[in-house]
């Protein structure tokens, strides 16, 4: 039984996942945004096992730093992007100075692939390569429950006009990996409400059936 708690962080509110199993000592944080201090207070008490990244644009990795620190735990990151998290002309934080500043931070400590099975907190989490949103995206699967990173809105769909975007690739990262999944799946997105993969199936205006 996955257990997850959902924060909105920094100026582009971020939706910042911490997940729990069987035992609530024991968490996954996904995506920590900027101003992570509601996060960490939730985590305080727990072990984290890892830091799972969607991708690492700015707004996904702004709180990495705070929780790297409170909680010494390893980050997962695509190998397509083990640079941007170094880099902020990669991730994207020099590009809106009135919204961040820029962000350097330590590489991640594990590279993530395609088809890639992590086990933590006792259950299995499974690696989906989405590209187009950027070269690295990636879809942490869980039993039913999605965590689609900028890849897959409610009703929407990521951009694609950061460094390394590519429309073609987020339509095909959506239509012929996400939509294949059962209908009952429900995403949980980087920004905005959660969805299932049924609904977005038959009305996401962006990529139709």
């Known amino acids: 039984m996955l257990n997850i708690r959902s924060y909105n ?19 996954v944080i996904i995506d ?5 201090a509601a996060l960490l207070r939730a985590a305080q008490d727990m072990e984290i096992e890892a830091v799972l990244l969607t991708h690492a644009h700015f707004d996904h990795i702004a709180g990495l730093d705070e929780i790297r620190r409170a909680k010494k735990c390893p980050v997962y990151l695509h190998t397509l992007e083990s640079e941007w998290l170094g880099s902020p002309k990669l991730n994207g934080s020099l590009m809106w100075p009135d919204v961040t500043p820029p962000i350097s931070t330590e590489p991640a400590e ?12 006792g259950l299995t989490f499974r690696v989906m ?29 990521g951009r694609t006009d950061l460094t390394g975007g590519r429309e073609r690739d987020l339509i095909d990262s959506i239509r012929n990996k996400l939509y294949r999944l059962d209908e009952e799946v429900r995403v949980f997105p980087g920004h905005g409400p959660r969805t299932t993969i049924g609904f977005e199936r038959q009305c ?6």
């Open 129 to 157: 390569h989405t590209p187009g949103h950027s070269p690295g995206s990636v879809s942490f699967l869980c039993g039913s429950d999605l965590f689609s990173g900028d890849v897959l809105f409610k009703l929407g769909v």
């Open 204 to 209: 996401n205006p962006y990529v139709p059936m």
């Open 110 to 121: 594990y590279d993530l692939a395609e088809g890639q099975v992590l086990n933590l907190l």
């Open 9 to 27: 962080l920094g100026p582009l509110q971020t939706n910042a996942y911490l997940l729990t199993g069987a035992d609530p000592g024991r968490g």
């Open 32 to 36: 920590p945004g900027a101003n992570p």
